[in-house]
């Protein structure tokens, strides 16, 4: 029924569309159009790496794969398109926040976001947020934070975009995004729907991946309306629909399926005062699961939580060189489950940012922000940032944080196993950044320290059950380097952009690296370009990890290093200044590497991607 459902949504907004001459609306990531300022404003001593809309046409199927290939984070997939959780710096899924047009959406159930159950498609850009963020963007943000940016242009312009793709394991992806614009109106949407049997060999064996089919469909919907020369109203909504079977290890199948539910919507009112610019926002989230533990039955355990959101925000220019950003939010959050009752839980925060530039070569930035969580007495918390332009080429930044993670409706309250006396986790960061530029080059170097206590763990207790505990002392210390060069020569367009991360993880009891961190990670992306013909080939390294505590090597300890290439071409079969026509051809494991990412769950062969896109 989902399915059906699914595919006349997608049809009926697909009909409307009529071509018109298109304009470019492409946006940059500026305040004007982006619901959080304060990712721009207040972060001029963090590294920021903004991924955005034509990379993110690249790599339609997965969100998983836009990152694991185009930035620092490691991810764990439960096989392909399973539960796919993101290590930023060492740190474990519920330390990474999940920003959606400035509000958290990581789940109340588990801290975490599921990267697979999002869309990216109708995004203008994502942008990667290194270092500790709680101040700015609450519980969860301890290793960094992921934005998902929507954009609305009220320049006139109505452009459309239909896609079409198949590929191996019978994978089908339809999609259509429209954006229209007109002095006081702006609208976008984006209708996205992919099914797959994903039923891959397993390399190796007479085996396959059975149980791993997958379908969802999403809808990105946005408008805007000017009410005056002072006064713009927005709306932003999300939803994702989704049905997977969980895929098994090689030696244990599965029949086990997963239903997900997410809605999110939110009313944005923006006042450009005399003294000060305001935002009021007020949302409504909902996130739903169901598991059968057999798919042929009808039995199932269940989770819900609705999330309403009030939060005030105010950009005051207290002089021209010193600017006041002060943040009044409150969160209620209600939940039912089968296995844990029906929770709540309320949240009050104040926070106060501050930015001072007394000349072109100096910025600093002072943060400070106080939670009232029911239930849990939270911490202070502050950061500061500091950017220095030694010159046109070279730039240094500084910056340093508390942060911190309230336990989840999940570790307080499931049964059996969940703990009422657990704290919130707190830990202490520190990061140092280099920028250099030279021409067609940008070089990062960034080294970072985060010290985390009263870390969160389940384990098994003396009843027999897993249970959460504040048990753990860890800190995390590494370098990454990020390269990007681009090389324009007549009609030939050369760039490459790579990335490295050397990620230092350990619990200080045991002086042992914890599970599922790799000491190493790095990606290459070389793309080349010739009048309507481009072609582009990823390259990724990713090292060991340890799935005990041990840090014991071999089959049933931990699992292998692995390289992984993908290929792709494109080829402009049309281009007009109202029309355009790509066709494009994507291989992914080029060289059919047998590899696992999560131990004894086996990844996918050699596959193909054919698609077709309609830009009118």
């Known amino acids: 029924m989902i399915r059906v459902v699914l595919l006349f949504l997608l049809l009926l907004f697909g009909s409307v569309a009529k071509a018109q001459t298109s304009t470019d609306s492409i946006q940059k990531l500026d305040e004007v ?14 590294k920021v790496t903004v991924l955005n809309d034509s990379l993110l046409q690249q790599n339609r199927s997965s969100f998983t794969d ?49 990267f697979n159950t999002i869309n990216t498609s109708n995004f203008k850009n994502v942008v990667i947020r290194s270092g500790g963020g709680s101040v700015q963007y609450g519980s969860g943000a301890i290793g960094g934070s992921i934005h998902l940016n929507n954009t609305l242009s009220f320049s006139p312009h109505f452009d459309n975009t239909v896609t079409l793709s198949y590929g191996s394991y019978n994978t089908k992806n339809l999609s259509y995004l429209s954006s229209y614009g007109k ?72 029949l086990a399926k997963y239903e997900d539910q997410n809605f999110r919507t ?29 798919k042929n039955t009808e ?50 925060s104040t926070t106060a940012l501050l930015q001072y530039t007394p000349n072109k070569k100096w910025q600093y930035g002072l943060n400070l922000r106080q939670d009232v969580t029911s239930g849990f007495e939270s911490p202070l918390l502050f950061s500061f940032d500091v950017a220095y332009e030694i010159s046109n080429n070279y730039k240094l930044k500084l910056n340093g944080s508390k942060n911190y993670r309230v336990p989840t409706f999940n570790d307080l309250y499931w049964q059996p196993g969940g703990n009422l006396d ?70 030939h367009h050369l760039s490459l952009q790579f990335n490295y991360a050397y990620n230092i993880s350990e ?32 390259h990724l390294y990713t090292g060991e990890v340890y799935t005990t505590p041990e840090n014991l090597s071999g089959r049933f300890y931990s699992v292998e290093a692995y390289q992984l290439t993908n290929f792709g071409l494109n080829y402009q079969l049309l281009k007009t200044n109202s029309q355009q026509i790509d066709i494009s051809l994507k291989v992914n494991n080029l060289f059919n590497t047998v590899y696992e990412n999560v131990a004894f769950r086996p990844m996918p062969d050699r596959n193909f991607n054919f698609q077709i896109q309609y830009k009118f």
């Open 33 to 46: 159009v982006l619901s959080d300022v304060k990712l721009k404003r207040f972060a001029h001593g963090y």
């Open 66 to 114: 836009i990152l694991r290939f185009n930035s620092n984070l490691y991810f764990k997939e439960n096989g392909y398109g399973m539960v796919s959780s993101p290590s930023f710096r060492g740190t474990n899924a519920s330390q990474t926040a999940v920003i959606w047009n400035g509000i958290s959406i990581n789940s109340q159930l588990t801290g975490q976001t599921d």
């Open 183 to 254: 002095n006081k109106w702006s609208f976008n949407i984006g209708l996205n729907y992919i099914d797959s049997d994903n039923d891959y060999k397993y390399l190796n064996t007479d085996k396959r991946n059975t149980n791993g089919a997958y379908y969802n469909g999403s809808i990105n919907a946005n408008a805007g309306y000017v009410l005056s020369n002072k006064d713009v109203l927005k709306l932003y909504h999300q939803t994702f629909l989704g049905e997977r079977e969980f895929s098994g290890t090689i030696s244990s199948p599965s």
């Open 266 to 294: 939110m009313l944005e009112w923006s006042r450009q005062g005399d003294k000060a610019f305001s935002k009021l926002k007020v949302a409504h989230l909902q996130e739903h699961f169901k598991y059968f533990g057999n």
């Open 299 to 348: 039995n199932y355990t269940f989770g819900k939580v609705n999330t309403y959101l009030i939060n005030y925000t105010a950009d005051i220019d207290l002089l021209t060189n010193l600017k006041l950003k002060p943040i009044v939010s409150y969160n209620y959050y209600e939940g039912s489950g089968s296995s844990f009752g029906d929770p709540n839980r309320k949240e009050f």
């Open 422 to 491: 657990l704290v919130p986790e707190n830990s202490y960061q520190i990061d140092l950044g280099q920028d250099i530029t030279y021409k067609n080059a940008k070089l990062n170097l960034n080294v970072f320290y985060i010290k985390t206590t009263d870390l969160i763990q389940w384990k098994p207790n003396t009843s027999g059950f897993w249970s959460p505990e504040n048990v753990a002392k860890t800190q995390n210390y590494g370098a990454e380097a990020s390269l990007d060069v681009s090389k324009k020569i007549k009609e």
């Open 507 to 538: 619990d200080l009891e045991s002086n042992k690296q914890l599970i599922y961190v790799p000491y190493h990670k790095a990606n290459i992306n070389l793309a080349y370009a010739y009048k309507r013909m481009s072609l582009f080939l990823q």
